[in-house]
């Protein structure tokens, strides 16, 4: 201490530690005079360059997250009855769509925590409230500041394609946005047009598998109308690699319900 306090000016002598109540650091008390007058203080350089960094990483989050809904709000449709899409509104008909209720609900408030489990497929026919449920958690980890994003297949592919053609924003872009999001939501997996170019893999394979791959370990949402199986043969060649990417770390939920669309769906 004597040692640091000489070298150090005279204006500063430190004259004891205190243990920040924060972070558990511990932190110098510094004697020092200020406009003629001794003061003593004693900041936390750990808390303060952890709310720097707090900042920094808020501050590109906001950025991507702006950045996603400008590339997807423009492009990608979403249905007017989704946009007020939460958990209240969801009715389940029967027991299948109220476990898929709570299965979800459960998702959102444990999205925090969720560690080698941490993404869901909801597999069901149409009409069953897939999409609902998971614009539902869209939603509600969009308002606890998480960057999600909602597209469906169709109009990933799409969004790709006009890329080429556009200039507000690159193929890049848009896979770096799918590839940083905190939750990525694929609607409607295999409801894509992939036609197979004479055996080879199609350009909407590929990217599919990009995106998937880019992905894999992160937490994501699929829903299809399809079974693995189904869709691994939709996607040809590249199939059984794109639904076992898909399912690493991720639990199906089966939705089974009448053959209809639901009341508000
Ligand atoms: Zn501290």
């Known amino acids: 201490m004597e040692a640091l306090n000489t070298m150090i000016s005279s204006n500063l002598k430190i004259i004891g530690n205190r243990t920040c109540e924060k972070c558990g650091s511990s932190v110098p008390i510094i004697q020092t005079i200020r406009d003629g007058r001794t ?3 004693s900041d936390c350089l750990t808390c303060d360059s952890n709310r720097v960094q707090d900042e920094a990483i808020r501050f590109k989050k906001d950025m991507d997250q702006r950045r996603g809904e400008i590339i997807f709000k423009k492009y990608s449709l979403i249905p007017d009855h989704l946009k007020n899409a939460n958990f ?3 009715e389940p008909v029967n027991e299948s769509t109220s476990n898929a209720k709570k299965q979800a609900i459960w998702y959102a408030n444990h999205f925090d925590e969720l560690r080698d489990e941490n993404s869901l497929l909801f597999q069901g026919k149409y009409g069953v409230g897939k999409s609902h449920l998971s614009y539902a958690i869209a939603n509600y980890l969009k308002s606890d500041g998480k960057v999600v994003l909602f597209v469906s297949m169709p109009d990933m592919l799409n969004l790709l394609r006009e890329s080429y053609s556009k200039n507000d924003f690159s193929e890049t872009d848009i896979l770096e946005v799918c590839k940083n999001a905190d939750l990525l939501i694929l609607d409607d997996m295999g409801a894509e047009y992939v036609k ?3 055996g080879k893999e199609s350009w ?4 599919i598998f990009t995106i998937v791959n880019s992905r894999m370990d992160k937490p994501n949402i699929f829903t299809t109308n399809y079974t693995s199986r189904e869709l691994a043969a939709k996607y040809g060649n590249h199939g059984g690699r794109i639904v076992s990417r898909m399912m690493k770390g991720t639990k199906p939920i089966k939705i089974d319900a009448p053959d209809y669309r639901l009341k508000g769906w």
């Open 39 to 41: 003061v003593e203080v």
């Open 88 to 90: 209240n509104n969801y």
């Open 196 to 198: 197979l170019d004479n």
């Open 204 to 207: 909407a394979v590929d990217k």
